[in-house]
């Protein structure tokens, strides 16, 4: 059977998977766009929507992108989520604040977040914002990258959903699988962007897997049983990344979101109930209050260097940097369409049909 790219790890040399349809990204954000207008939400904020979905689609991380658009607009539709909150700030210093989000979509909740902790570090060297009542944000380094276009350095992290990821040594779940995200300016080219759950994927890359036939590797999953599987279809149970590492990732996340933000940590929380909310923290860092911006730079070029130099083991056609692929990936899909799969297709295709919205692919 041959093997094709679907994923960030797997080669762009293999050829385009037979079941994807090439999609010019702005017809896509149009198109999702007035999914969400449908809903009532306001057009500039259902346009900043689709921005960041689709956004995520092009650096090739279909879990978290228009994918997940449907159940977005199935939880606003259901009266789980907002489609106009009134967001809030709640606590306030020159370093720091706390936002109630009102229920609305996390991707909103997010994008303000990160703003206001950039404008923060703009006057104080480092903002620190968090938001609570919120919803999940999808994937996390969207966010950590508005950090760049204001030379700064981002950092985010949510807590979202009920115990899925089992603790180091542990058989059962009593963490979830929060992302982490840093991004870190560079000179030229790629921007250095770290972007990771905190068990060993994030559970809709095991959806992906599900999607295009693949088997999971031996040692990410337990099924409800909590005998290991490799059928993403009956993966319930995580084990975390790196082992004690993602552990300590994901027990830190859960804090710093959750805890700190007044909200619950995991193990309170059903594992589905799109009624939860979620909590997020956004942290900017203006680079030239702790060191010269040359000088950043300099060891920021060394290390991408020191990393590009290093000879591939075997099964590996180059070393790149976390960010690189991804950045990579979109400059190609922005000219020649996201390759979408089919069944992400017909998701879409089907919610759009009952917010009466044509389908344009
Ligand atoms: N909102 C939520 O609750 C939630 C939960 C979990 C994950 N997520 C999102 O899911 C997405 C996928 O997460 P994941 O952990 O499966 O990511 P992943 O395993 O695909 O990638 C993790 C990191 O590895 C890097 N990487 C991958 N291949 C590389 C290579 N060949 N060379 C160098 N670096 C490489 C990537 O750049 C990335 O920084 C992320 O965007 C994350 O934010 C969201």
Redesign the pocket.
Known sequence: MPTYRF???LSESLPMHPDETPIQPAELRTFVSDLFQKTGMPSSDADSTAEVLVG?DLRG?F??GTRLAPNYLKHILDGHMKAHPQPKVERETPAMAVVDADRGI?HLAARDGMQRAIEKARQVGVGMVNVRRSH???????YAMQALAHGMIGFTT?N??GPSVAPFGGRDSAL??????WAFPTREGFPI?????????????VETMRIYGQKLPPDWCLDKEGNPTDDPAEAFIMFP?GGTRGYGLAVAAGLLAGALSGGQVPSRRERYNAATD?EHTFTAISIERFVSREQFLGEVDEMIAACHRTPPRDG?ER????????WEREQQWRENGIPLHRDHLTLLAEIADRLGVKVFW
């Not at 070393?319 to 991804?326: I, R, T």
Request: proline share 4%; charged share 10%; with cysteine.
């Open positions: 994923s960030v790890e995520t991380i879990s978290h996390g999940h944000l999808g994937a996390a380094s969207i949510t979202t959903g979830a699988n929060h992302p982490l995200a962007v770290i972007d990771t759950a905190a068990g060993v994927a994030a559970w809709q890359r990344a979620s590996f070393v790149c940097l976390p960010g690189e692929l991804e």
